[in-house]
Structures are given as structure tokens and as C-alpha cells.
């Protein structure tokens, strides 16, 4: 007999939720839990990057009432069995990843398992477990950083992965966290194509693919979604919003090292259409990024096609995800700091892409998009899967 399950997939980098402590966190749950009332799922899993924001040292308190705040919340009174696990443990810097993740059961969902990695095998989930820390003896997740000699040119930052693995009637799933390297300067990103900040972030998806399929653990259809820091190929993006203009490469006095480049239209009294710093992006007609969701740059979203022979994504119909405005009063403006790109991704095996059930019925079809559009939510907007999880009950 076929099964049902409503199941709501949540990817949030939240870093400016502790940044900006009070501004934005209440209306920021208040969307969440509006969407939570939308779709009516039986399992939740949200999956945070930044906890605790930069000055996580300061903030980390506040990070763990946001995420009490969550669990106690009445709109989600009928969970009745909550896991969370938050890696706060910033004195081990070889370890630390600063992701946190939440799972939610309902009352109504009963044949529902979790694995412990060690033992290899699955147990019910019972009641509510919170595990804050460093998360390296907890044996019912997997964490890692990074290795550092991922990125020798960089500054080693607190990036890495975490696994969790389920049963749902009779179905085994694996649900990855993921936060990926950022574009630490525009100028650099558009040196090359793809820049050399893709092809770091390739090679560590590349790794986290890897470890979710060896062979420690029997492999099972997975999930992974998080800050991926996927960026436009900002090389051809410049080049096709500067076509008709002139571009001026400005370089410092002291070095042949480029400061900024500037594209001025050759009408209009050269006004500057483009102008670039290392952590600066300012174009003209921003609205383009906004216009018909963005579609039309959709081609210049590239990273996520070196992984067509493992991973698919429904299709993106929401506008990118980073870098709006940390500005309660301009929810959809974005902040000129970085080209906006599609960063949070909810991205899934083959194989759980066959367990999504397509219906027309849209409180069960499948809906790929953004919580709180119109509310300012931080830098970036929350990224949400809903569908129905197809299984076999026996």
C-alpha cells in the first residue's frame, strides 16, 4: 500500500539573525511558522548555516534561545518529537562549522527511525534530544569541517557538512547541512571561468558526495540542502550586461593590482552601468535580478551542472537568494555588495527525486521556493522544499 508523507525541507543561512540581534528574528519566525501552517508537513527538517552569526563568540547564546524559541513555539505544539543538533563548539577550530540542524516529527507520523552511525543500525525516535556542542561524540550525526587544504589561498573558515539518516515508513533517507566557501572578492571571481571560487566549492561537494556514498554505511537516496555559495559565472555576466558599453580597468598606484572596473554606457552622458570592487557589485538596473524571478540569468547559474551525473533540483522560480538588504524596510532590495545569486539550494539524489509525488493537488504537489519574499529575513531568504514523500508501507 502506498504512503503519503508530508515533508518540509528548510535551508536558512541565518548569520544576520545574531548580527542584527532583535531586529528581524520575530517577523523571521513568524514566516517560518506561516509557512509550517501552509504546507502541513509531518517531518520538518531545517538546516542552518552561521549560528551564531561572525561575532558567534558574542552571539552564541542568543543563537540557542532562537532555536529554543523554534522548538517551543505553538504553532509547532504538535511535534511531539524534536532532534536538534548545533555545533556552538568555536574554541575547537579545527572542528568547528557553526551549522545547526532541526527535526520535527508530528504526532500523527509513527513509523519513523533514526541511525546511529555507530552501532549501524536505526532505533525509534523518541521524545526530544538536543545535542549542543562540538557533536564529535554524538553518534546519531555526522559533522565535518573541511579539510585546510581545500582552499591554502584563503582564510580556513568555518565550513563543512552534516549528515542525518532516517527511516520514514520503510524508506531511507539521508539529510546533509552543507555550507560551502563564499566569493571572498568580486575582482577575483571575475578573473576566470569558472573562477577559482567555483572550483573550490566543486571540489568540496565533490568531497561531501563522496563521504555520503562510501562505504562505511549503506548508500540511500539523500537530500542535501544548505549554502552552497553557488555564485553567477560573474566573468560572462559582466560581459552581457556590459555589451554596449566601455569598460575601464582601474589599478592601484602602488602595484599592477586591479581596484575596480567600471562599465559606462556609451550613451546617456556615460553613465556607470557597472561598477565593481572586491566587495562591491552596483548595477544599474538591479531590477534584472528581480524581473520574471530572475529567470533570465538562470543560464548563467552554472555550478550546480558539474554535478548532473549525482544530483537533480526541481526547478528555480524564485529570485536569488543573497545578498538582499539587512534593511527592515527593503525586504526585496538587494544590498550592492555581491551580484545576487541562487546560493541556498535545496539539491536531491536521483533516486529521492523518484520519491517526490507529483500532483496537481497543490497542498500535495511539490514547491520549491523562498519564505518570507516580502519580509526582510536577513541577507538571505530561507529556501523551502514541500512534497509529499512517496513510500510502501508493508
Not at 182 to 211: E, T
Request: overall charge negative; aromatic content about 12%.
Amino acid at each position: 500500500m502506498e504512503v503519503f508523507t508530508g515533508v518540509l525541507l528548510v535551508t536558512a543561512n541565518v548569520g544576520s539573525l545574531f548580527d542584527n540581534v532583535g531586529e528581524i528574528q520575530q517577523e523571521w519566525l513568524q514566516e517560518l511558522y506561516k509557512t509550517v501552517n501552509s504546507y502541513k508537513p509531518q517531518f520538518i527538517a531545517l538546516h542552518f548555516q552561521e549560528v551564531g552569526g561572525k561575532d558567534y563568540m558574542v552571539n552564541m547564546g542568543h543563537a540557542e534561545h532562537f532555536l529554543q524559541c523554534i522548538e517551543s513555539s505553538e504553532d509547532m505544539r504538535d511535534f511531539d518529537r524534536v532532534c536538534t543538533y548545533v555545533d556552538n563548539h568555536f574554541q575547537a577550530e579545527d572542528s568547528f562549522t557553526a551549522l545547526g540542524s532541526m527535526y520535527f516529527i508530528h504526532k500523527s507520523l509513527k513509523n519513523i527511525y533514526q541511525y546511529d552511525f555507530k552501532v549501524k543500525d536505526f532505533q525509534a525516535v523518541q521524545g526530544r534530544s538536543k545535542y549542543v556542542g562540538s557533536l564529535l561524540e554524538v553518534t546519531t550525526v555526522e559533522k565535518e569541517k573541511f579539510p585546510k587544504n581545500f582552499w591554502p589561498d584563503f582564510k580556513w573558515s568555518r565550513k563543512g557538512f552534516m549528515r542525518t539518516r532516517w527511516i520514514i515508513h520503510n524508506q531511507g533517507l539521508d539529510l546533509v547541512n552543507v555550507h560551502l566557501f563564499h566569493d571572498a572578492s568580486n575582482l577575483i571571481a571575475c578573473n576566470s571561468s569558472p573562477s577559482i571560487y567555483s572550483s573550490n566549492r566543486k571540489n568540496a561537494l565533490r568531497y561531501v558526495m563522496n563521504r555520503i556514498s562510501d562505504s562505511r554505511h549503506t548508500s540511500l537516496p539523500f537530500f542535501v540542502f544548505g549554502d552552497f555559495n553557488f555564485r553567477l559565472d560573474t566573468l560572462s555576466l559582466v560581459q552581457h550586461l556590459s555589451t554596449a558599453a566601455d569598460i575601464q580597468t582601474v589599478k592601484k598606484d602602488s602595484s599592477n593590482e586591479v581596484e575596480k572596473i567600471i562599465c559606462e554606457e556609451k550613451d546617456n552622458d556615460h553613465q556607470v552601468l557597472l561598477h565593481i570592487e572586491e566587495k562591491l557589485f552596483t548595477y544599474l538596473h538591479q531590477a534584472v535580478f528581480r524581473e520574471d524571478n530572475g529567470r533570465a540569468l538562470l543560464r548563467f547559474d552554472k555550478e550546480v551542472n558539474a554535478f548532473d551525473d549525482v544530483i537533480r533540483e526541481e526547478a528555480i522560480t524564485f529570485p536569488p537568494s543573497y545578498p538582499y538588504s539587512e534593511e527592515y524596510a527593503k525586504p526585496t532590495q538587494y544590498m550592492n555588495t555581491r551580484c545576487p545569486a541562487w546560493c541556498d539550494r535545496i539539491l536531491m539524489s536521483y533516486a529521492a527525486q523518484g520519491l517526490l509525488h507529483k500532483s496537481d493537488d497543490w497542498e500535495k504537489g511539490v514547491v520549491y521556493n523562498t519564505v518570507g519574499p516580502n519580509v526582510c529575513m536577513g541577507d538571505h531568504k530561507p529556501v523551502f522544499l514541500s512534497f509529499s514523500l512517496k513510500t510502501n508501507e508493508h
